[in-house]
């Protein structure tokens, strides 16, 4: 049965994240007191006991015996504790301008759920006449939707909120093992292909905006910080989003080539679909209050870029919204507008609720604030100088991107083991280091990495999307690390191609 296939990965996926977080839990302060007694010659105290502590951090961000908001957190503790930098400086970066941005795309995207308009904007694509009955088009429909909800929503929220209607039309579907529950019987090649694209697709749109995924924020806020280079909201989307589209391309040819749908797969499909379409009924306050916050969000962060080529950087409009409205700003006026948006005036209902709001992820607005210490700490204790000069001496990298491919890889195989934030956190100073070591531009390496760490698909550990759809029981670990190891080098390569033509265009190369 379904129901005991889901029980057996449950157990497994339970016992091996019992083994991992188990071993980094010894592992980490075992790893930073060894560094802490082995003899760093060139490095100031600061910076030998900086690195003490970095290597506890990233041990217990990869094994994860500890939230990782936590792991942030004691990190900053660490550094004051043992004299690093004092309270003020540790803690600054927790309320960087940054956070904020996620802080109002969080509320943001709480509100859509709540009142449904995330699913209303997925039911009503999806039953579109094009479709009809044909199984591809519905892949790449379905596919397409997550990837564009991705770009302004967690990728996480999007898996979790696409997961049951891909289902439900698995569900739907005539394939035996889904309809009869026969784990003796495989999955569909389209129930394997609605479960990868659900995570896949998830993962891969939140490279199209700043605040689509949190390592680019994080990346963003270390690009400016340490390289000085401010890289805004429609700047971004400029080369993000055409390497969106091909990536997206990319992924549908080759779910489509290593689980082409069996004939007839799709009936009763479209049925599901257009019931559940039917179901939600018609717009409610809720949702166009949602909608309304979102168009006020989306054209706040567009509105520099938009001012500055239509009347030239230098015009006052430009300078208006540069100065007064920058991303954080806006992302916070619009997410503050879900409190005073009424759905219900006499009751004094408005479109969030405070308790509603608690529902964000703050944890990961605390990950953000660690990640940002512990770089910026790198740099101000000389850290970063000394290790970006000892990997070049290592790596024998030069130049500008030859760098920047081996941050796409090394970012990807970083995040295929911890979570992409923590790759982030950990592999977009080094790497900033690294360039700077080398005498080249160090905002396309930085960029490289933070898409980089975007592009973990091999094991269901890699990405809580993975592991969302993993926990389905339709869809074999043998299916996902063939699909994954190929999106990941594909991506790679595709990142890589992508930044080299695109970045110069923009004027970051």
Not at 51 to 76: K, N, S, Y
Request: glycine residues 12%; aromatic residues 10%; charged residues 15%.
């Amino acid at each position: 049965m379904v129901r005991e296939r889901n029980e057996t990965v449950g157990r497994n996926k339970r016992g091996f994240e019992d083994w991992r977080r188990g071993l980094g839990f010894v592992l980490g302060p075992a790893a930073g007191a060894v560094l802490l007694l082995l003899p760093l010659p060139g490095l100031t105290r600061e910076a030998h006991t900086l690195a003490a502590v970095i290597a506890w951090v990233v041990v217990w961000w990869i094994g994860e015996p500890v939230p990782l908001p936590v792991t942030a957190l004691w990190g900053a503790v660490l550094c004051v504790l043992t004299g690093v930098a004092p309270a003020k400086a540790a803690f600054a970066a927790f309320a960087d301008p940054m956070i904020f941005l996620f802080l109002g795309s969080f509320l943001l995207a709480e509100a859509m759920s709540v009142h449904g308009l995330d699913r209303r904007f997925a039911y009503s694509l999806m039953s579109m006449r094009w479709i009809g009955d044909r199984p591809g088009r519905l892949l790449f429909v379905f596919g397409a939707i997550a990837a564009v909800i991705s770009m302004w929503i967690s990728n996480t929220a999007t898996a979790a909120m696409m997961f049951p209607i891909g289902l439900g039309i698995i569900a739907a579907m005539s394939g035996p093992s889904e309809k009869k529950g026969d784990a003796a019987v495989p999955p569909s090649r389209f129930a394997v292909g609605m479960m990868l694209m659900t995570a896949y697709a998830a993962s891969a749109g939140g490279i199209g905006t700043p605040v689509g995924t949190p390592p680019n924020i994080i990346g963003l806020a270390l690009i400016k910080k340490f390289t000085g280079v401010d890289i805004p909201f429609f700047r971004w989307m400029l080369f993000a989003v055409p390497l969106l589209i091909v990536m997206y391309f990319i992924l549908f040819g080759l779910l489509s080539l290593l689980h082409r749908p069996e004939p007839g797969t799709l009936r009763g499909g479209g049925d599901f679909i257009r019931r559940e379409r039917a179901a939600l009924g018609p717009w409610t306050r809720g949702q166009k209050n949602a909608l309304l916050a979102f168009a006020t969000a989306v054209f706040l962060w567009i509105a520099p870029g938009l001012a500055g080529l239509f009347f030239g950087g230098a015009s006052a409009p430009a300078k208006f919204f540069e100065s007064r409205v920058p991303e954080s700003i806006a992302a916070l006026a619009a997410g503050l507008l879900l409190f005073v948006l009424p759905v219900d005036r006499r009751k004094r209902e408005f479109t969030l609720t405070w308790r509603q709001a608690l529902n964000i992820d703050w944890g990961t607005l605390l990950l953000f604030g660690g990640g940002i210490t512990l770089g910026e700490l790198m740099f101000r204790t000389g850290l970063a100088d000394a290790v970006g000069h000892g990997l070049l001496r290592l790596s024998g990298a030069s130049s500008l991107w030859g760098i920047t491919l081996a941050a796409v890889f090394i970012a990807i195989l970083v995040s295929e083991t911890t979570s992409n934030t923590a790759s982030a956190n950990m592999v977009v100073p080094v790497i900033i280091s690294l360039a700077m070591a080398a005498g080249v531009n160090p905002v396309p390496p930085a960029v490289g990495a933070t898409l980089g760490a975007s592009w973990g698909f091999m094991l269901p550990v890699s990405t809580p999307p993975n592991a969302i759809v993993y926990s389905s029981g339709l869809l074999p670990i043998t299916k996902m690390i063939r699909a994954g190891v190929l999106f990941d080098l594909l991506g790679g390569l595709t990142i890589w191609v992508g930044l080299r033509l695109l970045l110069p265009l923009v004027g970051l190369a």
